[in-house]
C-alpha cells in the first residue's frame, strides 16, 4: 500500500503513534510503581505486625521470667551472701595457735611458765593460766601480754593471782596468775591475717 498522505500528515501520525506508545509505557509503569509501592506497604506493615508480635511475647516471656525466677534468685543470693558472712566471720576467729604458742612463749618473762589456754565466752578472747616464780614475775606476764608491741592483745586483764607453796603443782613455781586477754584486730596470729603473719 502507497501511502499518499503529505509529508505533515505522515510525520503528525508518526508523533502520534509514538505518543501512544510512549503513554502505553508511562501508563504500565504508573501501574507497576502503584503495585510495588501497594507491594512495599503490605510488606512493612507485614513486618510491623510481626515485630510488635514478637516484642509482646518476648515482654511476656520476661515478665514471666521473672515473676518465677525473682524470689528464688533473691534467696540463693542472700543465702551465699550469709554463708560469705559466716566463713568471714569464722576466719575471723580461728588462731593459729602454732605460732601464738611461739610467740607468747617469747614475751613471758623469765621465772614464768604458760600452762593452759582456754578460748574464752567473750568473742575474740582467750583465758591464759601461767606459773611464776614470785608475785611480780605474775604481774610481769600481764604487762607483756598487754604489750601493743608484742602485736598479740589489745587488752590482758589480770583475773587473779594466786602464791601457795603448798598447792602448786611444782614447788619452784608457786604463783600462778590468770588473765583473760582480747586479741588485737590486726594480730598476725588469727587465720584470717595469715599474711601479716611475720
Same mark, same amino acid.
Given at each position: 500500500m502507497i501511502n499518499l498522505l503529505p509529508p505533515d500528515i505522515k510525520k503528525a501520525y508518526r508523533y502520534a503513534e509514538r505518543n501512544v506508545t510512549l503513554t502505553n509505557w508511562l501508563v504500565a509503569a504508573g501501574l507497576g510503581l502503584i503495585g510495588l509501592a501497594v507491594l512495599g506497604t503490605f510488606g512493612l506493615l507485614s513486618i510491623q505486625a510481626n515485630v510488635n508480635n514478637y516484642s509482646q511475647q518476648v515482654n511476656a516471656a520476661q515478665l514471666s521470667l521473672q515473676k518465677q525466677h525473682l524470689k528464688e534468685t533473691r534467696a540463693q543470693v542472700q543465702d551465699i551472701t550469709n554463708s560469705f558472712r559466716l566463713v568471714v566471720k569464722v576466719l575471723s576467729q580461728e588462731v !593459729?595457735?602454732?605460732?601464738?604458742l611461739k610467740q607468747m612463749a617469747t614475751v613471758m618473762p623469765s621465772g614464768a611458765n604458760l600452762i593452759n589456754l582456754n578460748l574464752s565466752?567473750?568473742?575474740?578472747?582467750i583465758d591464759i593460766t601461767a606459773e611464776a616464780t614470785n608475785y611480780n614475775t605474775a604481774t610481769q606476764v600481764q604487762v607483756? !601480754?598487754?604489750d601493743p608491741a608484742n602485736k598479740i592483745f589489745t587488752k590482758a586483764d589480770i583475773i587473779n593471782i594466786v602464791c601457795d607453796q603448798k598447792s602448786a603443782r611444782d614447788p619452784k613455781y608457786p604463783c600462778t596468775v590468770n588473765i583473760?586477754?582480747?586479741?588485737?584486730s590486726n594480730n598476725p596470729y588469727l587465720l584470717i591475717n595469715q599474711k601479716a603473719a611475720p
Open positions: !593459729l595457735f602454732s605460732q601464738l565466752k567473750i568473742q575474740g578472747g607483756n !601480754l598487754a583473760r586477754a582480747l586479741f588485737a
